[in-house]
Structures are given as C-alpha cells and as structure tokens.
C-alpha cells in the first residue's frame, strides 16, 4: 500500500535520525566523563571506545523508545500542518487507520527493543564489567601517581615518590583487601620498591626493599608483622581473574528466570518483558497527542508531549524500585502501560466526547 510504504519511510527515517542524535548526546557525555578518568591516569585510553561500545546497547534500552515516540510525533504533526491529514480524512482515512497501517512497523520496533533488552543490554553490561574489572587487576601499578591513595581492584596503592620511567617507587603503601573473611587483610610498607620484568609472567611484580608487612583480621585485636630486607609482591593478572557478575542487570535472562522468586530478579525480569511494550503505547500517545492547528506548527505540542512519554519511563523505572522492596507486585508494570494506553485512547476521543458533552448539555437546559 502506497500510503503504508509513505508513512513507514517518514517514520523510520525521522527515529533513526533522532535516535542517532539522542545517542551521540548521551554517549558524549560518558565519553567526556571517560576521557577525564583517563587523563587522570586511572584508566587505559585505549579501551575507551570498547567501553562506549559495551555500553550502548544498555542506553538503547531507553534511548529506542523515546527517538521512535519523538519521530511519530514530528511525522504525524507534519500531517497536519502541511494539511496531508486533512486530504486523508477527506479519502476516508482518520489517523486511527494510519496507525493501524503503522502497526507491523512498531512490532519490528518491539522486536528490536526486546532484542535489546533480553540479550543485547545484558550481554554488554556484563563485557564492560568484566573490561573495567580487568582494568583494575591488570593496571596496579601503572595507575600510580606520586602521593596519591589508588585504588585498583582489591589494592590500594600509595607512592611518595615515583621515576620517569615507572619502575622505581619509594615510601610504597600497600593494602591488599580479602575477599574472604576469615582470611586477613594484608599491609605493606616498604622504603623502595622497584618493577620487575619476568619472562612468561604478565603480572605487576615488584621487589620492595625495607620494610613491614602487617597482617590484620577485621573485627580481631591481634595482628602479625614482619620486617624484611627484602620482599616480592605479586599483583593478580588478568589471566587469573575470574569474572561472575552478580548485577541482575547484567545477568542473562534464562538465570533471571531460574531465580524469579527473588524479589530483586523478578524485577529486572518483568521489566525486560513489559518495557518492549512502550513501543506500542509510544504510537498510542503519538497519534492521540500529535494533532495541532497548522497555524501552531507540528513542534506546539512535542515538549509537553515528550514529558507525558518521559512520566511513563520514569514511573516504570519506580516501580522498579519499589518492586524489589516488594512494596508493590509485577502486575505494576502491565497496569501502568494499560493505564497510559486508556489515557491515549480516551484523549484521541476527546472531540467527539466534547461535541457529545455540548449537546447533552443543550439538551439538558432545553
């Protein structure tokens, strides 16, 4: 149908476009933000692109439905101030049967945002986990900056004093963090330390010179110490990492579903099922909100328009939270959606609901 094909182009055109705008927006700034992490010598620049890109599908989440409702709103208002709405009312075509020619367009839309959010979000949350938890083990001591505290995995590293070359460092504190609680908390303080090169080893492997190392078990008032001459720390490669994300955000959906009794999983599991549906109450809202006097132009009523849309992302993203405190139950997210989509079907109606509420009043008084 000539009228589908016309409409289909308008629409996914203008969302690529808004959706391309808002992503180079959002990512920009963590871009910035990554950049000056990087210039404070706390992150490898070389995997800040690999950071963006493990990132994006997570703001696609949310970014996808709000270009495609932004689209709708501009194509459908531009119907209307060019007056094509006009001439495919006069042919018999209201907006509620363009929308319903709009409808396998929006399910492809549905689709890619499921994608998204089953496999595509997850998938990249738990790659950038797992690159910024590499960072960390796998930096130590190239993120050293002279009397400056950092922090890097289960190490906190301090030097006063640190060579051109970063092999010498002198007054080094080290704190080594356990994992294990009934293992202790390690302390060590050296004169001198100096970067070791050891064939077929990629870890961060220092000699420290003079100095104590402490152990402590937290919560217990004995410790034990020794002073050493001379001392080897070895700082855990990434090799030896092992990554196990324990973020219900970055866990695959088929572990969500295993678990869904927990409060906090069953969260994050119905919101991967029911925010895809924002696609379709998006088209909903745009058709009822998108109708201006040609004489106001199309961009009257976007603002307005794109808070009402935002509302319902936010409520969502609430009820989230509130879910996970089991304050309120899963059925929260389908009757939020419901509730909205009631809105814009009711709104789309309000002419005729006016005109009908005029004559019962005339009535009335007659």
């Given at each position: 149908?000539?009228?589908?094909?016309?409409?289909?182009?308008?629409?996914?055109?203008?969302?690529?476009?808004?959706?391309?705008?808002?992503?180079?927006?959002?990512?920009?700034?963590?871009?910035?933000?990554?950049?000056?992490?990087?210039?404070?010598?706390?992150?490898?620049?070389?995997?800040?692109?690999?950071?963006?890109?493990?990132?994006?599908?997570e703001?696609?989440?949310?970014?996808?439905?709000?270009?495609?409702?932004?689209?709708?709103?501009l194509?459908?208002?531009?119907?209307?101030?060019?007056?094509?709405?006009?001439?495919?009312?006069?042919?018999?075509?209201?907006?509620?049967?363009?929308?319903?020619?709009?409808?396998?367009?929006?399910?492809?839309?549905?689709?890619?945002?499921?994608?998204?959010?089953?496999?595509?979000?997850?998938?990249?949350?738990?790659?950038?986990?797992?690159?910024?938890?590499?960072?960390?083990?796998?930096?130590?001591?190239?993120?050293?900056?002279?009397?400056?505290?950092?922090?890097?995995?289960?190490?906190?590293?301090?030097?006063?004093?640190?060579?051109?070359?970063?092999?010498?460092?002198?007054?080094?504190?080290?704190?080594?963090?356990s994992?294990?609680?009934?293992?202790?908390?390690?302390?060590?303080?050296?004169?001198?330390?100096e970067?070791?090169d050891?064939?077929?080893?990629?870890?961060?492997?220092?000699?420290?010179?003079?100095?104590?190392?402490?152990?402590?078990?937290?919560g217990?008032?004995?410790?034990?110490?020794?002073?050493?001459?001379?001392?080897?720390?070895?700082?855990?490669?990434?090799?030896?990492?092992?990554?196990?994300?324990?973020?219900?955000?970055?866990?695959?959906?088929?572990?969500?579903?295993?678990?869904?009794?927990?409060?906090?999983?069953?969260?994050?599991?119905?919101?991967?099922?029911?925010?895809?549906?924002t696609?379709?109450?998006?088209?909903?809202?745009?058709?009822?909100?998108?109708?201006?006097?040609?004489?106001?132009?199309?961009?009257?009523?976007?603002?307005?328009?794109?808070?009402?849309?935002?509302?319902?992302?936010?409520?969502?993203?609430?009820?989230?939270?509130?879910?996970?405190?089991?304050?309120?139950?899963?059925?929260?997210?389908?009757?939020?959606?419901?509730?909205?989509?009631?809105?814009?079907?009711?709104?789309?109606r309000?002419?005729?609901?006016?005109?009908k509420?005029?004559?019962?009043?005339?009535?009335?008084?007659?």
């Amino acid at each position: 149908m000539i009228i589908r094909r016309y409409l289909v182009k308008q629409v996914v055109s203008t969302s690529l476009v808004v959706i391309a705008l808002l992503t180079l927006i959002m990512m920009g700034g963590r871009l910035i933000k990554y950049f000056g992490v990087a210039a404070q010598g706390r992150l490898d620049v070389s995997i800040l692109f690999s950071i963006i890109g493990y990132r994006l599908p997570e703001f696609l989440t949310l970014i996808l439905p709000l270009g495609f409702f932004i689209a709708l709103m501009l194509v459908f208002g531009r119907l209307y101030v060019d007056h094509e709405m006009a001439v495919f009312n006069s042919s018999g075509l209201s907006r509620n049967h363009l929308a319903k020619l709009l409808v396998p367009m929006t399910i492809v839309f549905m689709i890619v945002q499921g994608f998204l959010m089953f496999w595509a979000g997850p998938w990249g949350v738990r790659k950038y986990e797992e690159l910024t938890s590499t960072q960390a083990i796998r930096s130590g001591f190239d993120l050293v900056r002279p009397k400056e505290f950092i922090s890097s995995g289960p190490y906190t590293i301090y030097a006063g004093d640190l060579s051109e070359d970063r092999k010498r460092l002198r007054d080094i504190f080290v704190y080594q963090r356990s994992g294990d609680v009934k293992k202790p908390d390690i302390i060590i303080m050296a004169r001198e330390a100096e970067r070791v090169d050891v064939p077929g080893d990629t870890a961060s492997v220092v000699d420290l010179t003079e100095g104590r190392r402490y152990e402590i078990l937290p919560g217990q008032p004995k410790y034990s110490h020794i002073e050493f001459e001379s001392y080897r720390l070895r700082l855990e490669n990434n090799k030896e990492a092992k990554f196990d994300s324990t973020e219900v955000d970055a866990l695959p959906t088929t572990q969500l579903w295993e678990n869904r009794q927990d409060p906090v999983v069953a969260s994050e599991l119905w919101w991967r099922v029911f925010v895809p549906f924002t696609v379709f109450v998006a088209l909903f809202l745009a058709v009822a909100l998108s109708e201006v006097n040609p004489r106001q132009g199309r961009y009257l009523k976007l603002f307005p328009s794109l808070l009402i849309f935002a509302s319902l992302i936010v409520v969502l993203m609430a009820l989230k939270t509130r879910i996970t405190k089991e304050e309120v139950g899963v059925w929260s997210y389908p009757a939020v959606l419901i509730a909205y989509s009631l809105f814009a079907a009711l709104f789309s109606r309000k002419q005729k609901l006016t005109a009908k509420f005029k004559n019962t009043t005339k009535q009335v008084r007659s």
